[in-house]
């Protein structure tokens, strides 16, 4: 057995341990001490070419045991039914024909929708998100409880196959997030903390608007509190196909991670080195005689899958096989990991939506 394998084996079981505080201090939603008789909520949906989403959501929303003053659906110069499903619903629509310069799709979306609200307290909630019944009052709850910008990770619900390449970015975003990060599918907020700190006008030009909303929130000396969906809220990312989740998660990565706290994108780095080095020492086993070093590497690359499998039913719906083949979920990531960054360091312009964004 060489020095080389025997490091690489032992930091790997080192580096294990990294993965059990990626999520540390992150509560599931519905942990938090639900409140009654609370004020009513305006819930902004910001939507673009959502005619399929949006009934699973708005259906869900007439559900909530919450008292929701109004549904503004931002219509984000759709070329499909948007807007005529949400009025169907009842909700009020609100228009939007094109975006200035300088400014990202949801962002504009978002300032347009809060600046129509009338409720002393707003939820931001994407067109994609299925909420139980006790979601928004949950989230309410947190709100008067924690103050400042509150925001839930919905369970991700996957359906095909292809769905399965989301599980590290998944495991990814929490764990960039933390506990004082910003979920951008699902966040509450004063409407007067918000226009106070300058909202989505302040960070405009921001495609990662739930990371920077929540800087925006800390560097003006608000509380930012982030929690699991759990069983309450859920979604369903990039049903139409691998082509959207290739452009979805290429949009996001590379710059949410620049967004995120130092200390969790070291904790990533060091968990992934481990999970490389786990996956060497597997290879290498192959062709060692040493009983000892099989041994070894077998389990702790068994250690590495169920620490994967827990993780990943925490943040969405995947396969055990997923799991079995981490090794492979990861390069995944990686690649799409370097294909953003190229993307935004480099071109400057990602795609999505039919839109081409322009950074600065």
Request: net charge positive.
């Amino acid at each position: 057995m060489n020095t080389v394998g025997i490091i690489s084996l032992l930091s790997a079981a080192v580096y294990w341990l990294a993965g059990w505080f990626l999520f540390f201090g992150v509560r599931r939603l519905d942990t938090v001490q639900l409140q009654t008789g609370r004020r009513p909520c305006s819930v902004i949906i910001p939507a673009r070419n959502e005619e399929k989403t949006l009934p699973v959501l708005l259906e869900s929303l007439q559900k909530q045991r919450a008292k929701i003053e109004e549904i503004i659906v931002v219509n984000d110069a759709s070329d499909d039914r948007t807007a005529e499903v949400a009025a169907r619903y009842g909700c009020r629509v609100v228009d939007l024909t094109g975006k200035p310069d300088g400014w990202s799709g949801k962002a504009w979306a978002c300032w347009n929708g809060a600046k129509k609200a009338t409720s002393a307290t707003i939820v931001f909630l994407d067109a994609d998100v299925v909420c139980g019944e006790n979601a928004i009052q949950l989230l309410l709850s947190a709100h008067d409880q924690q103050g400042g910008l509150v925001s839930a990770q919905p369970k991700h619900r996957t359906e095909k196959l292809y769905e399965q390449i989301s599980a590290f970015f998944n495991i990814v975003s929490v764990a960039a997030a933390g506990k004082r990060g910003g979920f951008g599918p699902c966040m509450a907020c004063s409407r007067h903390d918000y226009f106070k700190v300058g909202g989505h006008e302040a960070i405009r030009e921001n495609i990662v608007d739930d990371f920077a909303l929540a800087r925006l929130f800390i560097e003006n000396g608000k509380k930012v509190t982030s929690f699991l969906g759990g069983a309450q809220l859920s979604f369903r990312m990039y049903p139409g196909g691998i082509r959207d989740l290739i452009e979805g998660w290429t949009k996001n990565m590379a710059s949410g991670l620049s967004l995120s706290n130092p200390a969790s994108v070291i904790l990533i780095f060091v968990w992934f080195t481990g999970i490389i080095n786990a996956v060497l020492s597997l290879i290498r086993s192959a062709g060692n005689s040493q009983v000892v070093f099989i041994a070894g590497s077998v389990i702790v690359f068994a250690l590495y899958a169920a620490q994967v499998a827990l993780l990943l039913s925490r943040v969405g719906r995947f396969y055990f096989i997923t799991s079995l083949f981490f090794p492979l979920f990861l390069l995944f990531f990686l690649v799409f990991f370097f294909v953003s960054a190229l993307l935004t360091a480099v071109f400057k312009k990602v795609r999505w939506k039919g839109r081409v964004i322009y950074l600065r």
